[in-house]
C-alpha cells in the first residue's frame, strides 16, 4: 500500500506533526536525520519551517525530501 503525506504542521524545533493517507497522525522528529548536503541548510529552524507537501510528501523549497514510507515508519501516532 502506498502512504501519501496529506497534512503537516510545523510544531517545535525540527518535529512536524503529519497524517497519512492512511489515517495515521502523529509527530515526527527529524533532527537526526538532517545531515548531508541537501538536508544540512534544514538545521536552521527558520530554513525547516519552510517545508509543504510536495508529491505526496514533505519537501523544502531547496528540493530536500523524505520518503513518505520513511516519514510513516518514524510518526509517534496520536489519536
Not at 503537516?8 to 489515517?23: E, P, T
Not at 523549497?61 to 523524505?66: K, Q, V
Not at 520518503?67 to 501516532?77: D, G, K, N, S, T
Amino acid at each position: 500500500m502506498f502512504v501519501h503525506v496529506i497534512e503537516a504542521r510545523y510544531v517545535r524545533d525540527h518535529v512536524v506533526w503529519l497524517k497519512f493517507s492512511d489515517g495515521a497522525a502523529g509527530e515526527v522528529d527529524l533532527s537526526a536525520e538532517l545531515y548531508g548536503p541537501v538536508f544540512e541548510p534544514l538545521q536552521n529552524i527558520e530554513t525547516f519551517k519552510q517545508f509543504s507537501i510536495v508529491l505526496h510528501t514533505l519537501g523544502w523549497p531547496n528540493g530536500a525530501d523524505f520518503a513518505p514510507e520513511f516519514l510513516r515508519e518514524r510518526v509517534a501516532v496520536t489519536v
